[in-house]
């Protein structure tokens, strides 16, 4: 069985930085292409990046709003897969969902999220 | 950056009617790479359709999508009490987007 639990959430003040993990089973993860969705708070899905797998190259590519503050990156001999958070704003307040991707199908599976909340 | 655009932004209906959802692109998705998404309260999104008209695995054959290019619809034959959630289209080809959403509320 498939799973992704996400951790590492919680209040942060605007500047400050966190970083998400997402342990991952029940699938080869180092074969995997994963990516990260937000929410914000009563709001819709939000993309936030994707990194491909080592074998397919391993690189990453973020949504516009993120891109320069946000990283992406992956452990293969942990099977976790990471999101380094930085210069983070209120607007980045949300629930932080880890999926994995595959290229012709979307977003497969999800975890069940973690609330990052930005505020002073 | 490709806008979706989805339509209407509730729709209310009762078990056992027929649901049609539609999801407008600003521009052609590649290769029909759109997904469908359902969200219910407190839950992660679950993966329903992809490439436009495959269902996901497990995905009872009441829902099916269609559409290619700018225009996409996703349709719920025989509408159960659990089908009742929050909808989102996505295109994963050229970047990723996502709709807004269509809420779909009992009647």
């Known amino acids: 069985e498939v799973q992704l639990v996400e951790s590492g959430g919680g209040l942060v003040k605007p500047g400050g930085s966190l970083r998400l993990s997402c342990a991952a089973s029940?699938?080869?993860?180092?074969?995997?292409?994963m990516s990260w969705v937000r929410q914000a708070p009563g709001k819709g899905l939000e993309w936030v990046g994707r990194i491909k797998s080592k074998t397919d190259g391993g690189t990453t590519d973020y949504a516009a709003p993120v891109k320069g503050r946000f990283t992406i990156s992956r452990d293969d001999s942990k099977n976790t897969l990471y999101l380094q958070m930085n210069s983070l704003k209120t607007e980045d307040t949300a629930v932080y969902y880890c999926?994995?991707?595959?290229?012709?199908?979307?977003?497969?599976?999800w975890g069940q999220g973690t609330l990052v909340t930005v505020s002073s | 950056e490709i806008v979706l655009t989805q339509s209407p932004g509730t729709l209310s209906l009762s078990p056992g009617e027929r649901a049609t959802l539609s999801c407008r692109a600003s521009q052609s998705v590649s290769s029909s790479y759109l997904a469908w998404y359902q969200q219910k309260p407190g839950q992660a999104p679950r993966l329903l359709i992809y490439g436009a008209s495959s269902r996901a695995t497990g995905i009872p054959d009441r829902f099916s999508g269609s559409g290619s290019g700018t225009d996409f619809t996703l349709t719920i034959s025989r509408l159960e009490p659990e089908d009742f959630a929050v909808y989102y289209c996505?295109?994963?080809?050229?970047?990723?987007?996502f709709g807004q959403g269509t809420k779909l509320e009992i009647k």
């Open positions: 999926t994995t991707f595959k290229p012709r199908s979307g977003s497969d599976y």
């Open positions: 029940g699938f080869t993860f180092s074969n995997a292409w």
């Open positions: 996505q295109q994963y080809g050229s970047s990723r987007t």
